[in-house]
Nanobody, 124 residues
Framework: QVQLVESGGGLVQAGDSLRLSCAAS????????MGWFRQAPGKEREFVAT????????SYRDTVKGRFTISRDNAKNTVYLQMNSLKPEDTAVYYC?????????????????WGQGTQVTVSS
């Protein structure tokens, strides 16, 4: 069992940066792929980024490549999402998720554990 708690969301202006954190509890964190997803009002949850269990491998959705960076610290049981050059279209609730796999999954259905989400609002 893995419990996930996100933090770091907030209201920022376009062009600003935020760093989201996801603190995990549970013995299997270091063996899980970790992902970030987001969901805007009236839209489906969408993949943002994922990182392999050992940090050696990442994947991003095209619209955040070059602006967002996912990283993890297994010693702290924490995964991060550094978001730079934020745009109004990045506004959403951001969710952290854990998948019991060695791959880099982008489908929400592959993830077993989810956090409660943190709101990110980017004003123009």
């Amino acid at each position: 069992q893995v419990q996930l708690v996100e933090s770091g969301g907030g209201l920022v202006q376009a062009g600003d940066s935020l760093r989201l954190s996801c603190a995990a509890s549970g013995r299997t964190f270091s063996t899980n792929a970790m992902g970030w997803f987001r969901q805007a009002p009236g839209k489906e949850r969408e993949f943002v980024a994922t990182i392999r269990w050992n940090g050696r491998g990442t994947s991003y959705r095209d619209t955040v490549k070059g602006r967002f960076t996912i990283s993890r610290d297994n010693a702290k049981n924490t995964v991060y999402l550094q978001m730079n050059s934020l745009k109004p279209e990045d506004t959403a609730v951001y969710y952290c998720a854990a998948a019991v796999t060695s791959s880099l999954p982008i489908s929400p259905g592959t993830y077993t554990y989810w956090g409660q989400g943190t709101q990110v609002t980017v004003s123009s």
